[in-house]
């Protein structure tokens, strides 16, 4: 099984900045991906950034054009950790923020699928 826990969330005042973590945990085999989701209430979920494997400290990137230029995810491969470094923050920013991995069991190994972590709350006030 794996696990994956979200850290670093509270709350900031409008422009202010945020760095949330989320390590990935189990029999991991390999992860293909990680990134984000978040959900405010009473909206939809959305997709927020990913980013792919390769070299120590991931891959390449992609960003929802809400966040570009504002936030920036990256990676620890090694320690199955996925970040979240969010500048600028506005109010409409504040949801739930939620990590996925793309994970390969070390029981299926071709295999990976989808594993999510429980979020973290991000509030931002004006």
């Known amino acids: 099984q794996v696990q994956l826990v979200e850290s670093g969330g509270g709350l900031v005042q409008a422009g202010g900045s945020l760095r949330l973590s989320c390590a990935a945990s189990?029999?991991?085999?390999?992860?293909?991906?990680m990134g984000w989701y978040r959900q405010g209430s009473g909206k939809q979920r959305e997709w927020v950034a990913s980013?792919?494997?390769?070299?120590?400290?991931?891959?390449?990137?992609n960003y929802a054009g809400s966040v570009k230029g504002r936030f920036t995810i990256s990676r620890d491969n090694v320690n199955h950790t996925v970040y979240l470094q969010m500048n600028s923050l506005k109010p409409e920013d504040t949801s739930i923020y939620y990590c996925?991995?793309?994970?390969?069991?070390?029981?299926?190994?071709?295999?990976?699928?989808?594993?999510w972590g429980q979020g973290t709350q991000v509030t931002v006030s004006s």
């Open positions: 996925y991995g793309i994970v390969a069991e070390t029981t299926a190994p071709g295999l990976p699928r989808h594993y």
């Open positions: 980013i792919t494997s390769g070299g120590s400290t991931g891959g390449s990137t």
């Open positions: 189990g029999s991991i085999f390999s992860i293909n991906a």
